[in-house]
């Protein structure tokens, strides 16, 4: 880069690094997505409980007792779906933060993840639905980069 450039010459550069800046930026945007959503898909696998069909499982007592009688807590595939529909609404770079937000804010290993559905054209709801902290550390644990 020498001073014998002209302006456009200058501008064509600066637009060429612009370009590449965006192409890059999109580039980690699906890294980031993508290798949270493995770690939280791992995740997931991990906890093995019983299933007896596709919508019921069976919780032992001791796991109830203290703990949300939701299956988002139990199921960590339902705590996968929790976490990935929180996330979607979020940029992909974000994600990681956002989950250690999460995790920074459970109490007694319970993880209240806002979830906001539009209930009509007017206004939406949003609920605070628990999952598991232990299912948010193994993600955490997973996705470090």
């Not at 880069?1 to 965006?22: A, C, D, S, V, W």
């Not at 979607?88 to 290993?109: M, T």
Request: proline residues 3%; glycine residues 2%.
């Amino acid at each position: 880069m020498g001073n014998n450039q002209t302006l456009e010459q200058i501008e064509r550069e600066i637009n060429e690094l612009e370009e590449r800046k965006r192409f890059l930026q999109k580039l980690y945007e699906q890294k980031c997505e993508t290798a949270i959503k493995e770690a939280i898909e791992e995740s997931a696998q991990e906890k093995k409980i019983k299933r007896v069909s596709q919508h019921i499982i069976i919780v032992n007592h001791s796991d109830i007792i203290g703990n949300p009688w939701n299956a988002e807590f139990h199921d960590w595939y339902a705590s996968k779906d929790v976490l990935l529909q929180f996330l979607s609404k979020k940029p992909a770079e974000s994600w990681r933060d956002c989950i250690l937000k999460l995790a920074d804010n459970a109490k007694d290993g319970v993880v209240y993840v806002p979830i906001t559905r539009k209930v009509d054209s007017y206004y939406s709801k949003t609920t605070k639905t628990p999952i598991s902290l232990d299912f948010v550390q193994a993600v955490l644990t997973k996705c470090k980069h």
